[in-house]
């Protein structure tokens, strides 16, 4: 074994690592050179958040448009204050569009969808969504109806 | 019943003197700053021995404990109707935490073995004393090299570990049991956070590949130069890198994924 094939075949290695973390970057984990790209972040009140997450979806008729930036109490009014950063090209969400809670299938995830209103004006950067509508609680939907409410 | 609680305490005195001594070995390994000329091709020399030899073993491994998830994850998804999950599953199993923990594992018992084998020989036929003689610093010329390869070679093998333990249960999954290639790959991508889960595992692999290598050369250099205390001592390499590679898993899993 002469040092040039030593050097050759440990070389091949660390290229063959390189390889490997590439793949699981761009492959597995979805990593794009884009997803670097500019945000603005809106502002949202619910009365009750149900199961978002930070890092979750913000999506507009089914297309992912944003993320969950976090999630925190107002201790004014006791309502979830839900700050997501939108990407930065959908810059004419409607100023009256409305947040809702959805979840994905009957037991999928949760996640944030933006139903369009039909303001003129659209959402500026740090502004706060017009109407909210809360996570739906399956257990306080049965009984209410078994309450006849 | 006095000569018992005074082995007991012996013993006791003994294990901080090991850990003491090992620290010790460290510090002279590392405080010999790696001379860039001379240095290089001895560390080439062990990442051969130490990285490439092992990539077979690795590579192998991978493969058949992906096709293993993806069987698995199948049989017990489908159930749920939710095969379409088994990227998302095979892909954080493994980029978390089989990726990492089982390179580590069979690292310890293909090279760190081999290490503290080569390392004990040396010692037992005096080559280590020579080197002192001619005044080579061991330390620096047999041991540094060895320790920064494992170091170096750990993560590049958890990684393509990972690699082709994922195109193993695609393998499986969707090639053989017809999960929707899109899915597989979709469900993968959505759930898989470059930053907190590979990156995460990489880091698992870091601090692995560094007890693993630092635990093999200490067995080696600190072993009774006789023919069985070599074997004890390549015994104790493996059993003590299992153990510390199974224990700092836990630890290292509580503060990444832990959530508290």
Known sequence: ?149 | MIDKIASFGRSGIDLVISIGRAGRFLGGVLSGVPRPVTGFPLLLKQLYSVGVLSLAIIVVSGLFIGMVLGLQGYTILSDFGSEAAIGQMIALTLVRELGPVVTALLFAGRAGSALTAEIGLMKATEQLSSMEMMGVDPLRRVIAPRLWAGFIAMPVLAIIFSMVGIWGGMLVGVEWLGVFEGSYWGNMQASVDFRDDVINGVIKSVVFGFVCAWIAVYQGYDCVPTSAGISSATTKTVVYSSLAVLGLDFVLTAVMFGNF
Do not use: C, W
């Open chain 1, 1 to 149: 074994m002469t040092q040039r094939t030593t050097d050759i075949a440990v070389g091949l290695f660390m290229l063959a690592g390189l390889a490997a973390l590439l793949f699981l970057a761009l492959q597995v984990s979805g990593l794009s050179p884009k997803s670097a790209k500019s945000t603005y972040t809106v502002y949202a009140d619910f009365n009750d958040t149900g199961g978002i997450t930070p890092r979750g979806r913000v999506s507009m008729a089914g297309v992912t448009v944003g993320s969950i930036d976090s999630i925190t109490l107002n201790k004014e009014t006791f309502q979830a204050r839900v700050a997501m950063s939108i990407h930065g090209e959908v810059d004419n969400i409607p100023a009256d569009s409305a947040a809702v809670i959805r979840t994905s299938g009957l037991l999928g995830e949760q996640y944030i969808d933006i139903s369009i209103g039909g303001d003129m004006d659209s959402l500026k950067p740090g502004d706060t969504f017009y109407a909210t509508q809360s996570a739906m609680n399956i257990e306080r939907l049965i009984s209410n109806f078994a309450s006849g409410k």
